[in-house]
């Protein structure tokens, strides 16, 4: 009578209704005392000095591109390290088609591609904190 899809919107509907319930609860019992210190810029237990609107050098973005690009990657090694006998010969009594080294070099060609990006950030100067 119910789809997959059903059990998935009610699941959703439900966990919606849990956090609007208790977002209000919250709301019900917190205190509710403001002042002015409680409103002040906090940022690692510094008092703020200055303007907010100062420029950053552009190294400290490309810094954060650069490990984006490297931590990224572990989101995809570690899985196909994990699967990595059953994507090259497949399991018996698990229903898949294992991929052989088709598998493999996959990953050659993803590995190859962040050699390359780690070249390219090498020689633009990327990896020099100084």
Do not use: H
Not at 34 to 51: D, F, I
Not at 85 to 96: A, Q, V, W
């Amino acid at each position: 009578m119910y789809t997959d899809y059903d059990w998935v919107a009610l699941f959703l509907v439900a966990g919606l209704i849990f956090v609007v319930f208790a977002l209000f609860l919250a709301y019900l019992v917190r205190p509710s005392r403001p002042n002015l210190s409680k409103l002040a810029t906090y940022e690692c237990g510094e008092p703020p000095v200055g303007q907010a609107w100062i420029r950053f050098n552009v190294r400290y973005y490309v810094i954060a591109l650069v490990f984006l690009l490297f931590d990224v990657d572990l989101v995809f090694l570690y899985p196909w390290a994990v699967a990595y006998r059953l994507l090259l010969r497949g399991e018996p009594g698990i229903p898949f088609q294992p991929l052989g080294f088709a598998a493999f070099g996959e990953m050659l060609f993803f590995l190859l591609f962040l050699v390359v990006g780690w070249i390219y950030a090498w020689k633009k100067g990327a990896l020099e904190w100084v």
